[in-house]
């Protein structure tokens, strides 16, 4: 078995990028997704519930979402079933065939909120007292930007990735023949030239990757002129490089398959060390939170610093609409002010508390945290 939990997402990401490098002005910029989602974190209606619709289209077959538009009408009642009413006739104005979106919005409070998605997400209908991101979350979380430089001694392509699309390349050649004719020359002085072409060549390179390098950075290419870049670029950028290999010039499906392939492989090893980062903190009864109960208080709190959660896990839970205390299990109304509850996944809490106080949020795959109860935090104070 492949140690990377994320294979099928590597999938999923080549043959995006190959749609990708055909269309390429159909970008979506994955900055504004992680923007969007600290957002709608902030949106809630404290009185009453059931009046946000969170929609999720995948731009193609709408049935699923119709069957569920049924379904929600069947259930709500008075002015929940007329904000539901009014608030789909807000969102269908914004879905188009062959265009993954997801929206937000609230007839009752003038919202509506639409997130291009840069990858499909399944096709969801929520309602809810507010958005539900989770599955937004879960996205940004998994497509961290990347820079990728393919280069040789005269020639760089350099691709910003983000979201396992390319949403920005360059290209620079520089013709080390053309510069420098060879007639009449020593072959020694040429080859002294042809040295210092290449190195003020990549010198340019790393000029241009300051400005455009984000996130981590993957060098590729034939030959030796990646190693001499690699070691041109500033102290703190190559410790930015992730990962090195060979590649042909020309054979970018190749060198996508295999940057997402290194991306993947990294988040994985960043998720151990969390994990392990974690267990140490509980031994020794330091920073750190595990159990849906702690954490979910440690969330409310705003103490923490990263979250990590098991992937595609839920939990049967409820809200307080008036002081946004929460529990698991049932509770018809709060402990605390005896305020209406209404019924929610624990784990959407969890992350929407910890995304308003801009926590790191991991949806992880180990078997490890099952065990620690599907969710656990490292504190940023007790
Ligand atoms: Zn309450």
Redesign the pocket.
Known sequence: MHPNPSYQVIAHATLCLRDTIKKRDSFSNMDACIRDVKELSLVYDGKSENTFVSMYFDGRDKRSLQRRERACRAVLRGDELENFVKTMEHIRKHMERNRAVAIFASDKHDYVKVVPLPVPLPNMLVVDSSPYIRPLAEMTGEWEPFTLILINTHHAKIFSVSCGRVTKREDKSFNVMNKHKKGGWSQARFQRLRKGSIHSFLTDVVHDVKHIAEGDIIIAGPGQAKHEFKRLLPESMQRSVIAMFDSDMDDEQHLFSESLVAMAEMEWKEQKTLLAHIRRELLRDGLAAYGIDETLEAAREGKVEVLLIERGYKERGWI?E????AGRGDAEH?P????RTSQVDIIEEIVEFAERTDAIIEFIDEEELCMLGHVAALLRYR
């Open positions: 307080c008036h002081c946004q205390n709060c605390v002010c005896g305020g």
